[in-house]
């Protein structure tokens, strides 16, 4: 075998192994005409500090104890942050976002927190916390799991990695 027809045949190996190497990394959930892309984390722990110099996490931290001021207020706001990312086909009945998620203090009871979202686009963002006494009395968001409905109908689900 010739060196370039060696090259010929790894380079139309790599050009079917890279799409589907791409298609496996892919987040999405996708299911019943509903997207969720993705689903945005954050950990804010206000009295430990951040050891990098990523402009992006720092501004991150500083927009969540935005308005802060006393060592009280800057606790209220510890906890878990989550932005859920999601589209629906079909933009014309509301949509609802519910999360669900348990804490480590709290064992396999799971706590629900769910917003209607009236006027649906063609993107969507939606929002989650579990911060302050919640926070503080139910500990670490251990596992989570975010659902689309439509009245009592599952369009699309997603989960973390311990969601059983």
């Known amino acids: 075998m ?3 027809s060696l090259r010929l045949i790894l380079r139309l190996f790599a050009l079917v192994a890279v799409p589907f190497a791409l298609m496996s ?3 999405a959930s996708v299911g019943n005409g509903a997207r969720i892309s993705r689903v945005k984390y954050y950990h804010l722990i206000p009295g430990k500090p951040i050891s ?10 500083q927009h969540y104890l935005y308005g802060a ?21 079909d933009r014309a009945e509301p949509v609802t976002v519910r ?13 629900v927190a769910e917003q209607q979202v009236e006027e649906v686009r063609r993107s ?9 006494d919640e926070y503080n009395t139910g ?7 975010v659902t689309l409905l439509r009245g009592k109908d599952e369009l699309v689900s997603q989960r973390s ?4």
């Open 69 to 89: 001021v006393t060592k009280a207020e800057m606790l209220s706001r510890s906890g878990h942050y989550y932005t859920v990312f999601w589209k629906v086909d």
């Open 99 to 111: 999360f669900e998620y348990r804490q480590a203090n709290t064992g396999l009871a799971t706590k």
């Open 52 to 61: 990098t110099q990523d402009p992006a996490l720092i501004f991150e931290r």
């Open 2 to 4: 010739s060196p370039g």
């Open 139 to 145: 500990g670490r968001v251990t596992a989570w799991k």
């Open 161 to 164: 990695y311990m969601w059983n």
């Open 124 to 132: 969507n963002t939606t929002r989650f916390q579990v911060t302050g």
């Open 25 to 27: 990394c892919s987040s």
